[in-house]
Structures are given as C-alpha cells and as structure tokens.
C-alpha cells in the first residue's frame, strides 16, 4: 500500500522561502507522477507542481519561477522549493502520487504554509 509523508510547511514573511518534502514508500514509483496540491482558505484544492515519470515538470502560473519541484532518492522523495512567498500562496499543502497505469490517486496528510508579515 502506498503511503506518503509530507513535512516542511510552517509559518514565513512574504518574500521568504520554504522546503516541503514528501516521503513515498509502498510500490515502485518510477511508474508514478508526484506532486503537489494546495487548498487555500475557503477555495478549492488547486495543482501546484507536477514531476513526471518522463523526468517533465508542469507548475501551476501562479508559482511559476518562484517554485520548483524535483525527485530523488529513485524518485521516492518529492521536494518543492517555494521561493519569493507570497501571502496568496497559504494554504495546506499535499503531496500526491499517482500510478500512471491505474490512474489511482495516493494522497498525503497534508502541511500547513502560512506567509504572513
């Protein structure tokens, strides 16, 4: 059974920098895309960054060149360097995992961002 661990969220000022991580284990996960999800206040869950099984990025407009996501560790870890925060970025942050045969969504327990002066 897959799981996922996320850590990393806190409290930062506008402008500051953040690093969440995410911990697979469970299955083989060079057939999973990872990634990660936040929900801000009172909005819906919304995509953030995606890293493919291809070794591709995709981010989400509102994080472009402010975040970035990569994979090691045989691509069971998932990292996401936030960058120049800004207060519209707060939010729960979640890890995710999906298999790219099943198309089955794994999901992480989730990590608090707050940016505020």
């Known amino acids: 059974q897959v799981q996922l661990v996320g850590s990393g969220g806190g409290l930062v000022q506008p402008g500051g920098s953040l690093r969440l991580s995410c911990e697979a284990s469970?299955?083989?996960?060079?057939?999973?895309?990872m990634g990660w999800y936040r929900q801000p206040p009172g909005k819906e869950l919304e995509l953030v960054a995606v890293?493919?099984?291809?070794?591709?990025?995709n981010y989400a407009d509102s994080v472009k060149g402010r975040f970035t996501i990569s994979r090691v560790n045989n691509w069971r870890t998932v990292y996401l360097q936030m960058n120049s925060l800004k207060p519209e970025d707060t939010a729960v942050y979640y890890c995710?995992?999906?298999?790219?045969?099943?198309?089955?969504?794994?999901w992480g327990q989730g990590t608090q961002v707050t940016v505020s002066s």
């Open positions: 469970g299955d083989i996960f060079s057939i999973y895309n």
């Open positions: 890293a493919t099984t291809g070794g591709g990025t």
């Open positions: 995710n995992a999906q298999n790219t045969r099943t198309r089955v969504d794994t």
